[in-house]
């Protein structure tokens, strides 16, 4: 029986959500294991669209439990009303979803403090959504932060609200901002948003651990990439969490032993949003095409998306730090159309070519991309589910990406839909999750 991670292995948005949605009836759990109601999910069942924030896409699925992990950060509000959202839609919410003791609450002033740092004139911004992830993971390093295990004990809950919101006055003073926090108000908000999440509150580390003893089979839902993760990723302009494998472990309390196999997720190109270095990414018309063609827009900000072309190098560096045992490429058919298809294969950093990710802002910033152009195949592949079915040309592009980054490519997305979607007979992906 196995449980397996799958995540993203490039800056995020790859089309995770489709990917645990199609396997999670597989599986008895999925499980989020950190990030925040910054990173969404879009899964398109039928003609009904779903985008989820907090929740984990196994939700979508009658009967598998969807755990929120203690590396979560949780803003009440917000999975309230992700509740209530998939509640209309007909999912028994209530009966499928779990949420850590062990969660970090984000609060309304985390947001606005977070406002104040990205906009500050003396600071370069990072890109950040502003939904206070990045500060309530400080408060949590900080040792300073609410649980929601705190948040549900009401006597525990006013006193260390109390030590926090001090501590948030004093730097709302400073900024001048101190009338635009109802401090009061939001406590006892919250004090009634506890009482919704109650009912579903438990140690998710003991529920997953048992389950795995009983048998059970979990999937691990990783949010963002691992271009994001705080350590491995494009630092200075990272999330504040481990979106990479490891995360899984401590994002769940889930020992490294009882993971089976791990899987990351690529686009047929490759995309980020907000700040930082972008070696392959695709100005002008070009990124346009892609934009336009994958609808490159954030599906929790709107935010339009940079857009370029496959970056080898990158997929090797975070299939070395992940230890990816098959990889999962989507979104091969927005590529449909093009006549010539760039890809990365190294790097120039002054003068001198490299296929190794460097670790400073700098050389990230100074790395040009130097690459290899493929023949299109200028044919539809949008709903193909062989492989043999594929373009020659496609099957040739998809075969390049393996032998170049030497990870199996076991599936391939042909559109945004469960059945659109090539597993490649024989391939370990194809055993994971059989």
Not at 24 to 48: E, L, M, P
Not at 224 to 241: A, C, E, K, N, W
Not at 301 to 312: K, Y
């Amino acid at each position: 029986m196995s449980n397996v991670i799958v995540l993203g292995a490039q800056w995020g948005d790859e089309g995770k959500g489709k990917i645990v949605d199609l396997f999670s009836d597989r599986f008895d759990i999925v499980a989020r294991y950190q990030g925040g109601h910054n990173a969404g999910h879009t899964v398109q069942v039928g003609d009904k669209k779903f985008i989820l924030k907090l929740i984990p896409s196994g939700i979508l699925r009658p009967g598998v439990r969807a755990v929120i992990g203690n590396g979560v950060v949780v803003d009440p509000a917000a999975l309230v009303e992700e509740m209530d959202m998939l509640e209309k839609m007909g999912i028994d919410v209530k009966s499928q979803l779990s949420i850590s003791n062990r969660a970090h609450v984000i609060f309304p002033f985390h947001r606005v403090l977070e406002n104040i740092s990205e906009n500050r004139k003396d600071r370069e911004a990072i890109g950040t959504t502003s939904r206070g992830i990045g500060p309530c993971y400080e408060d949590k390093v900080g040792r300073r932060g609410i649980r929601i295990a705190e948040l549900l004990d009401e006597p525990t809950f006013r006193t260390l609200y109390r030590y926090i919101a001090e501590d948030k006055q004093t730097l709302a003073r400073a900024f001048g901002i101190e009338s635009e926090i109802d401090f009061a108000g939001i406590c006892q908000q919250y004090r009634m948003l506890a009482d919704r999440l109650r009912p579903m509150v438990c140690d998710t580390a003991r529920l997953l651990n048992d389950a795995i003893s009983a048998g059970k089979r979990v999937l691990f839902e990783g949010a963002q990439g691992t271009m994001l993760d705080i350590d491995h990723g494009t630092y200075p302009f990272v999330t504040s969490s481990s979106a990479a494998a490891g995360g899984a472990c401590t994002g769940t309390g889930v020992p490294p032993t009882r993971i089976d196999g791990i899987v990351g997720v690529s686009k047929a190109y490759i995309t980020r949003v907000g700040g930082g270095p972008f070696p392959s990414e695709a100005h002008g018309a070009a990124g346009d095409a892609i934009r336009r063609a994958g609808n490159e827009f954030g599906s929790v900000t709107g935010r339009p998306r940079r857009c370029g072309w496959f970056d080898v190098p990158l997929l090797r560096y975070t299939a070395t730090v992940n230890g990816f045992d098959s990889l999962i490429i989507t979104k091969l058919d927005v590529l449909d159309e093009l006549s010539d298809i760039p890809v990365c294969v190294r790097y120039k950093i002054g003068g001198v070519e490299t296929d190794e990710m460097p670790a400073t802002r700098a050389a990230m910033e100074s790395m040009e991309a130097v690459y290899e152009t493929l023949p299109g195949w200028r044919k539809p592949t949008k709903g193909t589910t062989r492989y043999e079915d594929l373009p020659d040309e496609a099957k040739r592009y998809v075969d390049f990406l393996e032998s170049r980054s030497q990870v199996e490519v076991g599936c391939v997305s042909t559109g945004p839909e469960r059945s659109q979607t090539i597993v490649r007979a024989g391939s370990k992906l194809e055993k994971l999750f059989s």
